[in-house]
């Protein structure tokens, strides 16, 4: 159970809640006492999780996150039981492979998920979450948001985006000495059916989703803004600044930083199981 004396009986929204991180994150919530809205695209993936959790304090609504009218419906539902306490924006998708050979279409799919629906979320229940004096939103990003992701350029792009829109709108909340707090997670490859057949580089593991979703919302009730897991790549941006960019190459290359996508197999995110 994970900082339950923050998350009992509160609201929590979370989007690709049907497996791998977001199923994870739900589960945890649920021991610490939360209520749930678990949002996915695939209705089986939420049937199976609402049976796994076993309680009446999750409830499912099934939809495409890019659709405004199911993310009004979604916002209706919170008016009406009271509002929102917290923000999940975990939906993804990534489509692996050298930039050239991944279609224009899937490009453009990444960044609409990725990226302009995650805003669109966050622009729709920031009225719910502004003056809320334990408001969180927690946005689920990558370090492939802080160096080069090769293999899956647009995914990276869609990170980057998502960590530069996070910290703007921080800044935002700060001069309006709003309460919220924002959290954007970082966290190298986790072991779920997105990043099938990847390899993290060298001195890195494949993280376990129950134990990145404690420790992110350990460090969301706490306020903390950035989660990067592992630890030590929050040095990596500062060391990727200071060196000479060929330097740079050749130890992404080293690490096997470079090829860590080239045997991905996993779904898109998007595909059905």
Same mark, same amino acid.
């Given at each position: +159970?994970?900082?339950?004396?923050?998350?009992?009986?509160?609201?929590?929204?979370?989007?690709?809640?049907?497996?791998?991180?977001?199923?994870?994150?739900?589960?945890?919530? @649920?021991?610490?006492?939360?209520?749930?809205?678990? @949002?996915?695209?695939?209705?089986?993936?939420?049937?199976?999780?609402?049976?796994?959790?076993?309680?009446? #304090?999750?409830?499912?609504?099934?939809?495409?996150?890019?659709?405004?009218?199911?993310?009004?419906?979604?916002?209706?539902?919170?008016? $009406?039981?009271?509002?929102?306490?917290?923000?999940?924006?975990?939906?993804?998708?990534?489509?692996?492979?050298?930039?050239?050979?991944?279609?224009?279409?899937?490009?453009?799919?990444?960044?609409?998920?990725?990226?302009?629906?995650? +805003? #669109?979320?966050?622009?729709?229940?920031?009225?719910?979450?502004?003056?809320?004096?334990?408001?969180?939103?927690?946005?689920?990003?990558?370090?492939?948001?802080?160096?080069?992701?090769?293999?899956?350029?647009?995914?990276?792009? &869609?990170?980057?985006?998502?960590?530069?829109?996070?910290?703007?709108?921080?800044?935002?909340?700060?001069?309006?000495?709003?309460?919220?707090?924002?959290?954007?997670?970082?966290?190298?490859?986790?072991?779920?059916?997105?990043?099938?057949?990847?390899? =993290? =580089?060298?001195?890195?593991?494949?993280?376990? =989703?129950?134990? @990145?979703?404690?420790?992110?919302?350990?460090?969301?009730?706490?306020?903390?803004?950035?989660?990067?897991? =592992?630890?030590? +790549?929050?040095?990596?941006?500062?060391?990727?600044?200071?060196?000479?960019?060929?330097?740079?190459?050749?130890?992404? $290359?080293?690490?096997?930083? #470079?090829?860590? +996508?080239?045997?991905?197999?996993?779904? &898109?995110?998007?595909?059905?199981?």
């Amino acid at each position: +159970m994970v900082a339950s004396s923050f998350y009992l009986n509160r609201r929590v929204l979370v989007t690709g809640a049907g497996r791998g991180l977001g199923a994870a994150l739900s589960h945890e919530l @649920i021991e610490s006492g939360a209520r749930v809205i678990g @949002i996915d695209l695939h209705a089986h993936l939420l049937s199976d999780l609402k049976h796994e959790l076993k309680t009446e #304090n999750f409830t499912a609504f099934v939809g495409d996150i890019r659709d405004q009218n199911f993310r009004l419906e979604v916002r209706r539902f919170c008016e $009406k039981e009271g509002g929102l306490d917290v923000l999940i924006n975990n939906a993804g998708v990534v489509f692996g492979g050298e930039f050239s050979k991944v279609s224009e279409k899937d490009h453009a799919l990444t960044i609409e998920i990725n990226l302009v629906a995650l +805003m #669109n979320w966050t622009k729709d229940f920031l009225p719910l979450l502004i003056n809320n004096q334990a408001g969180r939103l927690i946005q689920i990003a990558s370090v492939s948001g802080l160096i080069g992701f090769p293999l899956a350029a647009s995914y990276a792009a &869609s990170k980057w985006g998502v960590i530069g829109f996070s910290e703007s709108l921080d800044l935002e909340l700060r001069a309006q000495a709003s309460p919220l707090k924002i959290t954007v997670a970082c966290p190298s490859y986790i072991q779920t059916p997105l990043f099938e057949g990847s390899k =993290p =580089p060298l001195f890195t593991r494949v993280l376990e =989703p129950n134990q @990145i979703a404690k420790r992110i919302l350990a460090k969301a009730a706490k306020g903390k803004f950035f989660v990067v897991d =592992p630890v030590f +790549m929050r040095g990596v941006p500062i060391l990727k600044a200071l060196l000479p960019h060929e330097i740079w190459q050749g130890l992404m $290359k080293l690490f096997g930083a #470079n090829a860590g +996508m080239r045997g991905w197999t996993g779904r &898109s995110g998007i595909t059905p199981s």
